[in-house]
C-alpha cells in the first residue's frame, strides 16, 4: 500500500511516502529561520508558512518516491496533538486530496507516529518495551506493548525538556533552536562544574501521570540556571567558559534525569528494551549515555536515526498504513486537537 504521511504540528512542514513499511520518500521544510528572531514558535507566522509549502512539498515527495499522485492509495495526517492552526493546514490539505481523488484517509496521532518511528529501521523491536519520547512539547515514558498498545507511565508536570532547552538557550542568548546550539556547546564544558538537583514529587493525579517516582519536571533546574547567571553577571564572571560550563552542567542534570527515569520504568515492567524517540532524541548525550544506562542494566537500546526523531511524516505514513491495512478510516469531519495523550 502506498500511503502519503502529512506532517504540520507545529513549526516543521513534512510529506513522506511509505510502502508495505518501506521509506519511499521523506522530505521536511523547516522553519528555523522564521522563528529564530523570536525565540519560540510563533503561531500564526507558522501556520502561514505551513500554507505556503504544503502543496510543493507534497509534490516533491510523490516524485522522489518515482509514483503520481495518482498511485497515491491512502493518506495520512496528524490531528494531534499540536498547534490548531498548524494542524488544520495538514488537515484540510489531506481531506482535500482524500475528496478529490477518492482515497481513504486516516487521522494519526502524533505522539504515536513518534513511537513507532523506529519501526522504519527495525523490524524486530521487541515486545514489550519501555518508550522514552522526549520533544520540545512532550516528555513522557510508555509501556509499548504491542502496535497501537499503549499505556502512559509517566509525564512531565511543566517544562518538556526540549522547551527547557530552549528557554535556556534564550536566556543566555545563544539562539534558537536551543537543543542543537546547547549539544554542540556543551562539548566545550565541564559536565560537572555547576551540580543541579532534580526534584521528588508527592502523589498527584492532576499533573503529569500519577506516577511519582516517574514523572518529570523541568521548570526547577531552568530557573536554577538562570538565578546561577544572574548571581555570575552580577558578579562579572560570565565568559565563554562559564556559558559552556553552564550548559554542559544543565544538559548532564537533564540526561540524568531522563535516562534514570526510563531505566526504572523498564526494570519495573520487565521490558525487553527502551526505544528513544522525538526531537530531543536527537541529543547526542542523550543518546550516548541512554546507551550505557541500557547496556549497564542489560537492556537492548533502540535509537532512530536523526532524521526520524524530530518531526516528520515518514512515522505519520507508517502509522497511517498499519491502520489503513486494518480497515481504519476517518471521515470529512476530521478535525484537529490541540491537546490529545495516548495511554491512559
Do not use: W
Amino acid at each position: 500500500m502506498l500511503v502519503l504521511g502529512i506532517e504540520s504540528s507545529c513549526d516543521e512542514t513534512a510529506a513522506a511516502v511509505v510502502s508495505d513499511g518501506r521509506l519511499l520518500s521523506n522530505l521536511v521544510a523547516s522553519q528555523d529561520e522564521v522563528h529564530a528572531r523570536y525565540g519560540g514558535v510563533v503561531p500564526e507566522l507558522a501556520s502561514r508558512r505551513h500554507m505556503e509549502s504544503i502543496i510543493p512539498l507534497a509534490r516533491a515527495a510523490v516524485s522522489e518516491a518515482g509514483i503520481g499522485m495518482a498511485d497515491i492509495e491512502g493518506i495520512a495526517v496528524t490531528t494531534a496533538p499540536g498547534l490548531l492552526g498548524s494542524l488544520l493546514v495538514g488537515i484540510q490539505f489531506a481531506k482535500g486530496m482524500a475528496f478529490a481523488t477518492g482515497k481513504p484517509i486516516v487521522g494519526i496521532n502524533h505522539l504515536e507516529g513518534h513511537l513507532n518511528a523506529v519501526r522504519l529501521e527495525r523490524n524486530d523491536v521487541p515486545y514489550p518495551h519501555v518508550a522514552l519520547l522526549v520533544s520540545g512539547g512532550h516528555t513522557s515514558l510508555y509501556l509499548v506493548r504491542d502496535f497501537g498498545d499503549y499505556k502512559l507511565l509517566g509525564a512531565t508536570r511543566d517544562d518538556a525538556a526540549g522547551e527547557a532547552f530552549d528557554k535556556v538557550a534564550k536566556l543566555l542568548g545563544l539562539g534558537y533552536p536551543g537543543g542543537p546550539v546547547i549539544d554542540r556547546l556543551s562539548e566545550k564544558g565541564d559536565p560537572n562544574a555547576f551540580r543541579f538537583t532534580t526534584p521528588k514529587f508527592e502523589h498527584s493525579a492532576k499533573f503529569g501521570s500519577g506516577n511519582p517516582h516517574l514523572d518529570f519536571s523541568f521548570s526547577g533546574i531552568k530557573t536554577a540556571v538562570l538565578l546561577n547567571h544572574r548571581d555570575a553577571a552580577s558578579k562579572g564572571r560570565v565568559n565563554a567558559q562559564y556559558v559552556a560550563d553552564l550548559v554542559a552542567s544543565f544538559q548532564e542534570a537533564v540526561v540524568k534525569f531522563l535516562t534514570d527515569r526510563a531505566v526504572t520504568a523498564a526494570k519495573e515492567t520487565a521490558a525487553k528494551a527502551v526505544v528513544l524517540a522525538g526531537g530531543v532524541a536527537a541529543n547526542r548525550h542523550l543518546r550516548k549515555r541512554l546507551e550505557e544506562r541500557c547496556s549497564d542494566s542489560g537492556l537492548e537500546c533502540l535509537i532512530p536515526s536523526f532524521h526520524l526523531c524530530t518531526d516528520n511524516a515518514a512515522m505519520i505514513a507508517y502509522v497511517g498504513e498499519r491502520y489503513l491495512r486494518q480497515g481504519k478510516r476517518s471521515d470529512m469531519a476530521l478535525n484537529a486537537t490541540a491537546n490529545e495523550e495516548i495511554g491512559l
